[in-house]
């Protein structure tokens, strides 16, 4: 090959690979909260997220992160995978363009009365191929 041919195939491949899009994902505030189910003592993150592009989103993942020391140390963990399997690989899933997927992930909780405050203490990450394209707090909480 001429050393033109692969200065303008350098060129092409510098411009072409800054031209990749990142996943227009975001979280649907209004249908996603945090209940505390004080009856049968768990706690339920309930997530929605949205794809607001014209194309549909593929290769995406969720983890939930726990930011309040007192609710991790209940729960067990500060990081947990949403739909993981035995070897703790996570399902991926996607999204059809300007429509939405419904996640919701349950755990035992007890002393519940003792938590306070859980504003930003539960943040829900989604990626796509292992690269992070959301991360939002859940602070609609609502204890039942």
């Known amino acids: 090959m001429s050393p033109k041919y692969m200065a303008v195939l350098a060129v092409m491949t510098f411009l072409l690979s800054g031209c990749s899009k990142e996943a227009a994902i975001a979280l ?3 249908d996603s909260y945090v209940l505390i189910d004080k009856k049968h003592e768990f706690l339920t993150i309930y997530a929605m997220v949205r794809n607001e ?8 993942y969720v983890d ?3 930011r309040h020391k007192q609710l991790a140390d209940q729960l067990g ?5 949403f739909d993981q399997n035995r070897r703790g690989v996570p399902s991926r899933f996607a999204v059809k363009a300007k429509s939405g997927f419904f996640i919701s992930e349950s755990f035992p909780l007890k002393n519940y009365e003792r938590l306070g405050s859980l ?4 943040f ?9 394209v959301l991360e ?7 204890r039942n």
């Open 28 to 30: 649907d505030e209004k």
């Open 53 to 60: 592009d014209s194309q549909p989103i593929h290769n995406l």
């Open 64 to 66: 939930f992160s726990i």
């Open 77 to 81: 963990f500060e990081q947990v995978l």
């Open 119 to 122: 504003e930003n203490a539960v």
């Open 124 to 132: 829900i990450n989604v990626y796509q191929r292992d690269e992070k």
């Open 136 to 142: 939002s707090p859940l602070n609609n909480i609502i």
